[in-house]
């Protein structure tokens, strides 16, 4: 099934954050945009200057854009998502120009299904920023550029 970026947009917006209220939902598509448009590394070669689709497409990056995970199948996944009017607004708001400074130039975020963040986002290409409900947010590191 292919959907128009804003669309796309809406559904992992609701997908990876609709628990997490507006800022949360913000948060993501704040991290999305940033990996859509950074100058460099992985996400500059991958959005090949700033295509918003690729960025949530690309292999490995998001849970919900998976239908299976770990070979059991994802009911929690982009295909499945219905979103509402809020979902859309966000979706508009990023593609938009709109950013949450709150997460600054973060490029990662993840759940820790803990109370407290790691230091550094696993692979280390990230350093804790902020933390907004559940998720973890962490700008790039040096190492980041080199990726």
Do not use: K
């Amino acid at each position: 099934m292919s959907y128009d970026t804003r669309e796309l947009l809406a559904r992992l917006i609701q997908c990876e954050a609709g628990g997490e209220g507006e800022d949360g939902m913000r948060a993501v598509a704040t991290v999305i945009m940033n990996r859509a448009t950074i100058p460099y590394g992985e996400f500059f070669r991958v959005s090949r200057g700033g295509d918003v689709r690729a960025i949530i497409l690309q292999q490995g990056q998001f849970v919900c854009t998976r239908t299976s995970v770990g070979g059991a199948y994802n009911a929690q996944n982009i295909y499945n998502m219905i979103p509402t009017q809020e979902h859309y607004a966000i979706a508009d708001w990023a593609l938009g120009g709109g950013r949450l400074s709150a997460v600054g130039d973060a490029l990662f975020f993840y759940n820790p299904y803990s109370t407290e963040c790691a230091p550094y986002f696993p692979t280390n290409v990230g350093v804790i920023y902020n933390r907004i409900g559940d998720h973890c947010f962490y700008v790039p590191t040096s190492y980041y550029a080199s990726t």
